[in-house]
């Protein structure tokens, strides 16, 4: 049974910082690529970041570009999301996704496992 656990979501104010974990079970996750996706009140969920299931390769949406990074300990099964420099627009219900092979991707079509999802919220 694949689980994904995401942990670290929380309130912050404007300009601080959370790292969001998601831990993996159940699946070959050094061979899968991880995405983190985020879905506001009233919006539709919406691509983060991505990273290859090596850890070499890592992609953002322009929004976020400076500001978060994603990173992976295979390890451990688990990928990260360090948020920098948070604003009330980051606002959401974050969830990380297991791709359905190696590489990143940017649609959510291309996830075959998604986490619960964890809420965070910046507070101007």
């Known amino acids: 049974q694949v689980q994904l656990v995401e942990s670290g979501g929380g309130l912050v104010q404007a300009g601080g910082s959370l790292k969001l974990a998601c831990a993996a079970s159940?699946?070959?996750?050094?061979?899968?690529?991880m995405g983190w996706f985020r879905q506001a009140p009233g919006q539709e969920r919406e691509y983060v970041a991505a990273?290859?299931?090596?850890?070499?390769?890592?992609s953002y949406t322009d929004s976020v570009k400076g500001r978060f990074a994603i990173s992976r300990d295979n390890a451990k099964n688990t990928v990260y999301l360090q948020m920098n420099s948070l604003k009330p627009e980051d606002t959401a219900v974050y969830y990380c996704?297991?791709?359905?092979?190696?590489?990143?991707?940017?649609?959510?079509?291309?996830?075959?496992?998604w986490g619960r999802g964890t809420q965070v919220t910046v507070s101007s």
């Open positions: 159940g699946l070959a996750f050094s061979s899968r690529g």
């Open positions: 990273v290859s299931s090596g850890g070499g390769v890592t």
């Open positions: 996704a297991a791709a359905s092979g190696s590489t990143l991707y940017t649609s959510l079509l291309r996830y075959a496992y």
